[in-house]
């Protein structure tokens, strides 16, 4: 039983775009929410975050948007950069433990 | 070092050997995770603890994985008698207690041939 999903494996973006990653969660429980990027062989670098009782929470070029009615947060970039190419994961808090997704692959074309 | 450290970053065990597993968490964070990511796959909760005690193990797939952190800071997972389904890339993290942000390490690679 999958909580967590990001139902898109990939994203395509021109340099300068915006990217919108999404993500799923099933537990109405979860209190925070958090973005990852992960290169090749590297461990997962926390990117961004935002608390159950926030809908928006920005940082430079990145904005996490939470729709709590629709179980649903996204991850906006903006404008895109191709250093941004990279695997984005959503991750969910509950009891001190993050569940994650699958993972979204961004491309980012020069 | 600053960030979480892991050791070794690549193992490949026999099926049926036993490995052992190290992470060095941030200095000063109480909370420690274990995660495996499969290929292709997000990072899969194994087990959680806080300083020394083990709060939850609920994600470790069998009784032949074990972990431990006697001190409350280096922790040490150990899967007994390997089996390919292991081969996975293993994960800790590292967080101040009251907060979510969780601190990876660059993981080890285990494949069991």
């Known amino acids: 039983d999958q909580q967590v999903k990001q139902n898109s494996p990939s994203l395509s973006v021109q340099e300068g775009r915006i990217s919108i990653l999404n993500c799923d969660y099933t537990?109405?429980?979860?209190?925070?929410f958090l973005w990852y990027k992960k290169y090749p062989a590297e461990g997962p670098t926390f990117l961004i975050s935002i608390s159950s009782i926030k809908d928006k929470n920005e940082d430079g070029r990145f904005t996490v948007f939470l729709n709590k009615s629709a179980k649903h947060l996204s991850l906006h970039i903006v404008p895109s950069q191709p250093g941004d190419s990279a695997v984005y994961f959503c991750a969910a808090s509950a009891s001190g433990k993050l569940i994650f997704g699958q993972g979204t692959t961004l491309q980012v074309k020069p | 070092g600053a960030g979480v450290s892991q050791s070794p970053r690549y193992k490949v065990a026999k099926r049926g050997q036993d490995v052992a597993l190290r992470c060095d968490p941030i200095?000063?964070?109480?909370?420690l995770f274990w995660y495996q990511q499969a290929l292709g796959q997000g990072p899969e909760f194994l087990t959680y603890f806080q300083n020394e005690a083990q709060l939850d193990k609920s994600g470790l797939p069998s009784d032949r994985f074990f972990a431990e952190r006697p001190e409350g800071s280096v922790s040490t997972l150990k899967i007994q008698r390997t089996q390919q389904e292991d081969s996975a890339v293993y994960l800790c993290?590292?967080?101040?207690?009251?907060?979510?942000?969780?601190?990876f390490g660059q993981g080890t690679r285990l494949t069991v041939v």
């Open positions: 200095s000063g964070h109480v909370s």
């Open positions: 537990n109405s429980m979860f209190d925070y």
């Open positions: 993290a590292s967080s101040r207690t009251g907060t979510a942000e969780a601190f």
